[in-house]
Structure formats: structure tokens, C-alpha cells
């Protein structure tokens, strides 16, 4: 609460008093007190408590997340250049930040929604920044389709209380309704992740706004999304798990393969960005995932700040691949800078970015989704490609003459300048390079960070289970009304049964260590998916069957 209260009591004493207070001493007030609430966050660390009747929940998920968040606001403060600085950018910073602590910290869909207007409201203006042609149309591109899934979120929490009868994401519910309230609201968080098909604003947007604004989206926008979407499937019934499976998949291949064609630095970042997100997603399988996945976007700030708070310092705009060929022989900061962060983000060992997914993987394991494990293997590879290209680009390569004589003519200015914000972002990237390897070195000290105070997770998602669905078996042809679901599971254990992403009924597993369960209604003729899952697990067995009819 008392992060909430230093954040939001800031935004308004500094915007009663803009006028009165320079610019410069606006940005560093605005960075004090967003360091301020870091603090009280570490000083608070693991002490739960709920406020307001629940409304807000200061657990250690919205501890680790908001604070992810918080160090992806206070960096894009610090490295922003945006040429003839107004106080407006770090005031609409800060208010950002609040909806960001908010949405982390609320497992209630009303407040979720304020939450989500009052972040998405500064970025809507900050990306129009630079006041050029690229910037408007990524401001306007982000407004409408902003609202657009502001909309459908609005929607979808209509739903879900005509299904449930509450707005809180821990009501479990069950029927067509309650499947069309989950996957709107999935849409709505989809779009603040940048997920696959909910993404198109992304590259567009990062490419049009100034880099530190990039930066805010890539980094802290997403970890508040991710809070959202991991209270809602830590919490809720996920009756959306086929919907997020594919969501997921589409992320996945279309993220990196849309990396892959880029010849521009921020696209690609952008590109790489919704990859990432599809990464982060399946950690949310697990049901457990939220130190895992806090721990990922950690590592994620950490490479994706660097890489754009190199990008900073050599254009505000755009920045052609070419433009980075020997960055490291001209600049020893900038070139070591890119490359770790090229390293971390391509997952490689022993780089913060290879513990991260290894970490969220772990979790999509302990879900079953193996499938979905191998495709995400799969385009890690692809990812590392285009990371690796970049990094041979930016290190290996040497500067071409012609370019070497534009550099002494002042085309890229030296790093770092004289000024005082250059000397600050300086600090911040060799302050990232040391957590980078920190992180790569002894990742457990963060994911451990992250993970106390979570109840039991072992007891709460065991790595084997001896839950099993014996017939019919899977891929096998059984007439309508002539079949019931048999398996195994431990003896007095209540297991859930879904038909793909709708829950069925619930069967308690005989003192045999048998169950049998009875479709009623009978199922339609088509192919059905059944799953048998344990009380608060995203998965289980299951199997895939062809009904006939009678």
C-alpha cells in the first residue's frame, strides 16, 4: 500500500506544482520517488496484506511484478531523450506507474479495467512525442485499437458476472457464458502483452515513438499485463486454456519469423518483444508460474533496456542494421552493452535471458504441454539467429571507412557526451551489465526472491501425478451414448473433467484408485478432447477421441 501511496501522492503534488518546479528538477523528483517506492517495496518484501475489502492485494505477485514494472519506468526516465524536455513526459510517466502498481495488485476485473485506462492513457500521448508524421500515426494506431480491447475487456467482465456472479477472477464458473467472458478478457490482456493476433499494433508503435517510451512498452506495460493474466489463471477456472494454447502458438511463430525479416533495430525489438510474450506464456500453464515468470521479465528488462538504451544513445528514431556495423570499434560501452544484451535475449548459457526461459519451460512442463515445449524450443533457435546476427553486426563486424569519416564528422555523437543525462544512462547500462552478470552467474538468488512467500509450490503442482484417463483411449472411434471416461487417480482425490476448454462435472477417485465419469448430455458426433485435472491445476491427461453417432 505505501508504494501505491508514495506513487500516486508524487503525480499529484508535482502536477499541482508543474508549474513552479523545472523541467530538469521534475525528471529527478519523478525518479526519486519512483526509487522511493522501489524501496518500500524491498523494505515490505514478502508481507502480504489486503486492503479494501480485497480490492487490492499486496501478495508477492504484485510485489515482484510491480517492481519489475517500476524498474522498467524508472529506466525509461533515466535514458529518455526526447529532445526539448517537458515536465508532461515524466508526470504522464509517474500516472502510468500507478495503473501499473494497480493492475498487479487487484484480483478484482473492475479495478483491472480503471487500472488498465490509467496506464494506457499517458502511453497513448507519450508515444505521439516526437510530433512527426511516424509519431502520430503511432499514437492514433495505439488509441483506437487500445480502446478497441479496452472495449472487449469491458465486455467480457459483463460476462463473467452474468456467469458467476462476481467480478473477482477467483470465481470458478462453468458453461458457454463463462468460456465467452474468459477469452474476452484474454483478448483484452492479449493486446497490452502483445500477443499474437492482438499484436499489430506493436511494431508500428515502438517504431514511431520516441525510444524510451519503446522501452516503457516493451518492458514495464508487459510485466503489468503479465500480472493480470497470471492472477487470472493462477485464480480463476482457466476455461480458456485452448484459446491460450493457440494464442500462445501464433505468438510463437509469428514473432520470431517477424523478428527475422526485419532490417531495422526497434522493429525488431518489437518483433522480438511479442515473441518474448508467447515465451511468458507458457509459464502460465503451470498455475504456479508467478516467480518463474516475474524472474523472466526481470531478465527480460534487463536485455531489452540495455538494447534500447543503446538504440538511445545513437538515434531517437530509427536505427537501419547498417547504422550498428561496428559499434563496438567505435564505442567500448555501447558495443559490450548491445552484445551482452543480445546474448541475454537470445537465451544463451550462462545469460540471465537462458535461466529465464529455462525457468518458465520448467513450468509448461509440470502442466504437460510438451507440444507446446518443442515448438517454443523450436523458435528459440530461430531467435537466436537474428540475436546472434545483430551481435556479430554490432561486435564482430568494423565500421566501413565512409561511415568511420560521417562519425568524425559528427554524424554519431561520441558516447558518452558531456552532458548529465548522458552520465546518468551511462551509470544505468553499466549497472545493468553488472545484474546481467550477477543474474547469469546466480540466477536462483532472484528467482528465490521472487518465490517466497508462495504457498507450498511443490505441494501445489507435483511433478508427476498418477491421474490418468485408461478409456476410452486416446485416438480410438466410440459410438455417442455407448461410452463413459474411466481412469486412475489417488484413492479420495476429486478430480475436474473438461471437454476441451469446458468443464464437465467433477468425479471422486474410488478407495481402488479407479474413477469412472458418465457424459451426460451424450456428446455430439465429432472429435472431442477430454482431461482429467487435479483441484487448481491448468492441465492433465487426456485424450482425443472420434464420436460417432449411435
Known amino acids: 500500500m505505501i508504494p501505491l501511496l508514495i506513487l500516486s501522492s508524487a503525480a499529484t503534488v508535482l502536477t499541482l506544482l508543474a508549474l513552479w518546479i523545472p523541467v530538469r528538477t521534475t525528471k529527478w523528483l519523478t525518479a526519486g520517488t519512483i526509487i ?3 524501496g518500500a517495496i524491498l523494505v515490505g518484501w514478502n508481507q502480504p496484506a489486503e486492503y479494501f475489502g480485497g480490492l487490492f492485494r499486496w501478495d508477492p505477485l504484485a510485489q515482484g511484478l510491480t517492481l519489475v514494472a517500476l524498474l522498467g519506468v524508472l529506466w525509461a526516465v533515466v535514458i529518455g531523450r526526447h529532445g526539448g524536455e517537458r515536465l508532461e513526459y515524466y508526470l504522464l510517466a509517474l500516472y502510468a506507474a500507478v495503473g501499473m502498481l494497480l493492475m498487479a495488485s487487484t484480483p478484482n476485473l473492475v479495478v483491472i479495467l480503471i487500472a488498465l485506462e490509467a496506464l494506457s492513457l499517458p502511453l497513448y500521448v507519450l508515444a505521439t512525442w516526437r510530433r512527426d508524421a511516424p509519431s502520430y500515426e503511432a499514437g492514433l494506431k495505439y488509441f483506437l485499437l487500445g480502446a478497441l480491447s479496452a472495449a472487449i475487456f469491458l465486455y467480457g467482465i459483463a460476462l463473467h458476472f452474468g456467469a458467476t456472479g462476481s467480478f473477482n477472477v477467483g470465481i470458478a464458473g462453468s458453461g458457454t457464458l463463462y468460456v465467452a467472458a474468459m477469452v474476452m478478457l484474454l483478448i483484452g490482456l492479449a493486446f497490452k502483452a502483445s500477443m499474437v493476433p492482438f499484436h499489430w499494433w506493436t511494431p508500428d508503435v515502438y517504431q514511431g515513438s520516441p525510444t524510451g517510451v519503446s522501452l516503457l512498452m516493451a518492458t514495464a506495460v508487459k510485466a503489468a499485463a503479465f500480472a493480470a493474466l497470471v492472477r487470472l489463471t493462477t485464480e480463476g477456472l482457466p476455461a480458456w486454456g485452448a484459446a491460450l494454447t493457440l494464442v500462445i502458438v501464433l505468438t510463437l511463430i509469428f514473432g520470431n519469423l517477424g523478428a527475422l525479416a526485419q532490417t531495422e533495430a526497434k522493429r525488431l525489438l518489437a518483433y522480438s ?66 552484445g551482452l544484451a543480445m546474448l541475454s535475449l ?14 518458465v519451460f520448467l513450468e509448461g512442463a509440470k502442466a504437460h504441454q510438451y507440444a507446446l515445449l518443442v515448438l517454443a524450443l523450436v523458435t528459440s533457435a530461430i531467435a537466436a539467429y537474428y540475436y546472434l546476427r545483430l551481435f556479430g553486426l554490432a561486435v564482430l563486424s568494423r565500421q566501413p571507412e565512409h561511415e568511420r569519416e560521417e562519425d568524425r564528422a559528427g554524424v554519431l555523437p561520441p558516447w558518452p557526451t558531456a552532458t548529465t543525462a548522458s552520465a546518468t544512462a551511462r551509470w544505468a ?11 547469469g552467474i546466480l540466477p536462483f ?19 508427476s501425478t498418477n491421474v490418468s484417463i485408461t478409456s476410452p483411449s486416446d485416438g480410438a472411434e466410440v459410438p455417442a451414448g455407448e461410452f463413459s471416461l474411466q481412469g486412475t487417480g489417488k484413492p479420495g482425490e476429486a478430480l475436474e473433467i473438461y471437454d476441451g476448454a469446458t468443464k464437465l462435472g467433477t468425479v471422486t477417485v474410488g478407495q481402488n484408485g479407479g474413477w469412472s465419469f458418465a457424459l451426460e448430455p451424450v456428446p455430439s458426433p465429432g472429435t472431442h478432447t477430454y482431461q482429467a485435472r487435479q483441484a487448481g491445476q491448468a492441465g492433465g491427461p487426456s485424450v482425443t477421441v472420434k464420436v460417432t453417432a449411435p
Open 36 to 38: 522511493a517506492a522501489i
Open 445 to 463: 538468488l532472484g528467482y528465490r526472491a521472487f518465490a517466497a512467500g508462495q504457498p507450498n509450490l511443490a505441494a501445489r503442482v507435483p511433478l
Open 346 to 359: 537470445a537465451g544463451l548459457p550462462p545469460f540471465p535471458g537462458f535461466w529465464g526461459k529455462l525457468l
Open 273 to 338: 518483444s511479442i515473441a518474448h510474450a508467447g515465451y511468458v506464456g507458457v509459464g502460465l500453464f503451470s498455475g504456479t508460474g508467478g516467480p518463474a515468470i516475474s524472474f523472466y521479465l526481470l531478465t527480460y528488462l534487463l536485455g531489452t533496456g540495455l538494447a534500447f538504451a543503446v538504440l538511445s544513445a545513437i538515434s531517437n528514431g530509427t536505427v537501419p542494421y547498417e547504422r550498428l556495423r561496428g559499434l563496438f570499434g567505435r564505442n567500448r560501452l555501447l558495443g559490450v552493452g548491445f
Open 429 to 439: 547500462m553499466t549497472l545493468a551489465m553488472v545484474l546481467i552478470g550477477i543474474l
